[in-house]
Antibody, heavy 118, light 110 residues
């Protein structure tokens, strides 16, 4: 069973870069799965950020493509998200997700709240 | 591309059947059988209920079913139970390596 655990700073300043990691257990990130990120602003709906395949192919939301970078660290069995130029509108719970194909999300982490404030 | 359209709220009494719609377009819901549905309880991560329009992952009760007609997908919950009170989201592949999300529907069990 795939288990996902996000970790990150909790608080970032406007215009800073957010760096989040997701530790994966129960499955190798090099196996035939897709790994990605979804966020949810407080009291609002889900928003897709992007996803990466085990071979490193990435797909991003058009609205975030220029700011988001998703990568895999095979030595640590984890994935990462970098999101540049953070604004207050990016305050959200960030979820790590995994799935056998990339247009559905079978496994979710518990999420980590990131607040953007000076 | 616009987000998928879901009703903001729905309700039903225990034992009843409720259907939540997810309206897209000919380019997304209408073009692909890659619609999935998720249930989210307050303070919890979403849970996959339905994938590829009408398939259930193991462990999801058959009370939950999915369907599609034209460019509108639907989630039907039969024999409504108190624990079904939650937010529900749909997601569809939209071509060109893109996904669209619905805005979510808050289901109240009366």
């Amino acid at each position: 069973q795939v288990q996902l655990q996000e970790s990150g700073p909790g608080l970032v300043k406007p215009w800073e870069t957010l760096s989040l990691t997701c530790a994966v257990s129960g499955y190798s990130v090099t196996s035939s799965y897709y790994w990605g990120w979804i966020r949810q602003p407080p009291g609002r709906g889900l928003e897709w950020i992007g996803i990466i395949s085990q071979s490193g192919s990435t797909y991003y939301s058009p609205s975030l493509k220029s700011r988001a970078t998703i990568s895999l660290d095979t030595s640590k069995n984890q994935l990462s998200l970098n999101l540049t130029s953070m604004t207050a509108a990016y305050t959200a719970v960030y979820y790590c997700v995994a799935s056998p194909n990339w247009y559905r999300f079978d496994h979710w982490g518990e999420g980590t709240l990131v607040t953007v404030s000076s | 591309q616009s987000a998928l359209t879901q009703p903001p709220s729905a309700s039903g009494s225990p034992g009843q059947t409720v259907t939540i719609s997810c309206a897209g377009s000919i380019s997304d819901v209408g073009a692909y059988n890659y619609v999935s549905w998720y249930q989210q309880h307050p303070g919890k991560a979403p849970k996959l209920l339905i994938f590829e329009v009408d398939k259930r992952p193991s462990g999801v009760p058959p009370r939950f079913s999915g369907s599609k007609s034209g460019h509108t997908a639907s989630l039907t919950i039969s024999w409504l139970q108190a624990e079904d009170e939650a937010d529900y989201y749909c997601i569809s592949y939209a071509g060109s390596n893109n996904l669209l999300f619905g805005g979510g529907t808050k289901l109240t069990v009366l």
